[in-house]
């Protein structure tokens, strides 16, 4: 029952509930003690819903947000206690006390400094917000940035301006209760003064010396540092913040390019959200800006997605523009008709030339080039499980889409199905559990069933860890789980030094947004090193439930000896393991017709609803010599991602200086045709021969 109370209140947890039940039943008791009228009562119901709005806020619970949409807003819960403390002196008999009148000032000399201190704080955010936000960029030197306000003077402002007046209800309610206004009138002076200092306080930010440059300025910068770093390879994206992981899958891509890299972001949430890189990062939100830039430079544009927003860069003629994409899969989404807006578009291998002629979008296939998938080069091979191992099986499930489709999905239909017959496997196999991050978050059934599936897994991991067949190396994992630690520690250092590095605010992080490398490298190699922890710091027996961002999909896939899943681009990656897997026809499309709408299950053990046929899964995974799918997975492995050799990332360079190349020839034949009209608009000029390139067709 309290589970679905927190759904329906759409709070985080039973705390969070309490909280906002004890908000919501505060206000009526407080009238009630007004009315009554009882000090005790209306001090004890006044502190509740203090503390209760206070930690609601800490939470930044959706509750507070929705309060606001329905007239019931943190100013107007504030200025209820006010006034029905207002209403309490009256009932006990104050109205004609100098503390009645000193209060009802009180409190509105309190909100008439509501609005220059909202005023000012919002002025100052505003004259901080950087027309463009960088990172990996040296703009100090370039323009003066100076510090952010201090964190106290800004965060949660609103918030802590309106608890100022608690120096006066405290100090009132004593007066009600002693009889003396002196206890009422020393609370006034507290919250009048240290409000007007609060807004005292805000007033040197809004000018001189500590208001960053203006746009003009802040821009200028920018295009002085594009001329010098001379950027040929751009990474463009657009999204909300959830999409983030779309670029970031390209950060380490983008690192090992052969020409020199750039990313442009559109959105600050996306700025914010965007994982640590050395590659400079220049995030845009207006389009004027965007378009105002100089990116003469740049010979290739890269897109991860396919957003209005790219129309701001694609008119650029001066670069050539790719798909990109950020995954690959039989979705249609990878086949979308927007894709022929662009000169090329890079897919893994054939399968994406072949996916786009079938669907006959528009996307001819001379502009199609199969790079490979770089981001898989941290997938290891497989050549069978190891001497003395459990076989690990992982079930990694999509989420259940906005669409509503059965076949999206596994986890409403089959997935206890699967995740029971695993764990009774026998001879036994290890089951890690690893649903996508937004399971739950369209479906209540695939949130019940995720819920059910680890409950499952961890019932079933309890009964192993009493069962005399399975032994742990107790010291091995003592000190794998030291080890842990010591690297958690040593990560959350370096954290706490990146996040004190001039983060304050938008502009500061800007000015000092500046990769450490040595930092950069060193948490690479401990984030390594902790995985590797990980996996040593419990049994290889013990079944697993990961929902975390730690251990990632490709640390898991390496530890996994077979996978469960469904028809996602997780399926397609999977797949340059080399590993059995079996894919779930949770839709009922009958193995046949599953097989042709899907090539990447065509090496895979498909699977019913029952899961009645994971036994030819786990025989595969046990006798690799009798595996009769070993060589279609290593077909569909070529075909799907391309061949192992050149790898992926040269591929892609080669890729990228080609298309330079392109770029680069058709700007020289731009420039000569320009110089050529010019030639022949001038008096007595004589007209002059076109130039003939490699691109023209002479035959015409």
């Known amino acids: ?88 002196l009256a009932r006990i ?31 100052i955010r505003n004259r901080r917000r950087m027309p463009v936000a960088t990172r990996n960029i040296d703009l100090a030197s370039r323009i003066r940035i100076p510090d952010a306000p201090p964190r106290g003077l800004l965060h949660r402002s609103a918030e802590k301006m309106l608890h100022l007046d608690l120096a006066a209800v405290a100090g009132i309610l004593v007066s009600a209760s002693l009889e003396s206004s002196v206890a009422g009138f020393v609370g006034i002076g507290v919250t009048v003064g240290v409000g007007c200092l609060y807004v005292l306080a805000l007033v040197p930010y809004v000018r001189g010396a500590k208001v960053p440059p203006n746009a003009e300025k802040v821009l200028a910068a920018v295009d002085a540092w594009l001329a010098e770093y001379r950027p040929e390879t751009v990474l463009y994206f657009s ?37 640590p890189t050395t590659v400079p990062v220049v995030c845009v939100p207006g389009g004027v800006h965007l378009m105002n830039l100089d990116l003469s430079n740049v010979r290739v544009a890269l897109y991860a997605a396919n957003v209005g927003k790219n129309i701001h860069l694609l008119r650029v003629p001066t670069m050539k523009h790719v798909f990109i994409g950020h995954g690959d899969s039989d979705k249609l989404a990878s086949v979308n008709p927007y894709s022929k807006v662009y000169d090329e578009v890079w897919t893994a291998g054939r399968a994406g030339r072949d996916r786009y002629a079938i669907a006959d979008v528009g996307v001819r296939d001379d502009d199609i080039v199969e790079v490979g998938r770089p981001q898989l080069a941290p997938i290891q091979g497989w050549s069978g499980v190891p001497e003395g191992r459990i076989p690990t099986v992982l079930y990694a499930p999509t989420w259940e889409g906005w669409d509503g489709n059965p076949g999206n999905t596994s986890i409403v239909l089959a997935g206890e199905n699967i995740v029971k017959k695993l764990v009774k496997a026998d001879p036994p196999v290890r089951v890690l559990y690893k649903p996508h991050p937004f399971t739950g978050t369209v479906s209540k059934e695939a949130g019940a069933a995720h819920r059910r599936i680890t409950a499952l897994v961890e019932k079933a991991a309890a009964q192993r860890a009493t069962d005399a067949r399975f032994t742990a190396d107790a010291a091995a994992q003592t000190a794998a789980k030291a080890e842990l630690s010591r690297i958690e520690a040593r990560l959350a250092e370096l954290a706490g030094k990146a996040a004190g590095n001039g983060k304050g605010d938008e502009a500061e992080a800007t000015r000092d947004g500046l990769v450490d490398v040595a930092r950069h490298e060193e948490v690479a190699r401990l984030r390594a090193e902790w995985n590797t922890a990980y996996w040593r710091s419990f049994p290889g027996h013990e079944h697993r439930v990961i929902t975390g961002a730690e251990p990632r999909l490709y640390d898991c896939f390496n530890v996994s000896d077979a996978m469960v899943s469904d028809i996602s681009s997780v399926v397609s990656d999977f797949i340059a393991s080399g590993k059995p897997y079996a894919v779930t026809d949770s839709a009922e499309l009958g193995v046949e017709e599953f097989k042709r709408q899907n090539t990447a299950v065509r090496a895979a053990t498909i699977l019913s609803n029952s899961a009645a046929e994971l036994g030819e899964l786990l025989a595969a995974v046990r006798d690799p010599a009798a595996d009769p799918l070993a060589e279609d997975r290593g077909d569909l492995k070529r075909y799907l991602l391309g061949p192992d050799e050149p790898t992926s990332i040269d591929q892609f360079n080669t890729a990228v200086a080609n298309l330079a190349i392109k770029a680069e020839a058709r700007n020289v034949g731009q420039e000569s045709r320009t110089a050529a009209g010019a030639a022949e608009a001038q008096p007595g000029g004589v007209p002059a021969q076109r130039v003939v390139t490699a691109e023209d067709d002479v035959t015409a």
Not at 103 to 110: E, H, L, S, V
Not at 250 to 272: G, V, Y
Request: aromatic share 8%; glycine share 6%.
């Open 1 to 88: 029952m309290i589970s679905t109370a927190i759904r329906v209140a759409r709070v985080g947890s039973a705390a969070e509930l309490a909280a906002a039940a004890f908000m919501m039943l505060g206000f009526p008791a407080l009238m009630l003690a007004a009315l009554v009228p009882s000090v005790p009562a209306f001090a004890a119901a006044a502190a509740v819903t203090y503390l209760a709005d206070h930690y609601l806020h800490r939470k930044s619970s959706y509750l507070v947000n929705r309060l606001s949409k329905v007239r019931a807003g943190l100013s107007i819960r504030f200025l209820i206690r006010q006034l029905l403390l207002i209403l309490l």
């Open 93 to 123: 008999g104050l109205a004609d006390d100098l503390i009645y009148y000193g209060a009802i000032a009180c409190f509105i000399a309190f909100y008439g400094l509501q609005a220059p201190h909202g005023a000012l704080v919002t002025l």
């Open 239 to 275: 999204g909300s913040k959830d999409s983030a992981y779309q670029v970031n899958m390209w950060l380490e891509t983008m690192e090992q390019l052969d020409s020199r890299p750039l990313i442009i972001l559109r959105e600050r949430a996306i700025l914010n959200n965007l994982a």
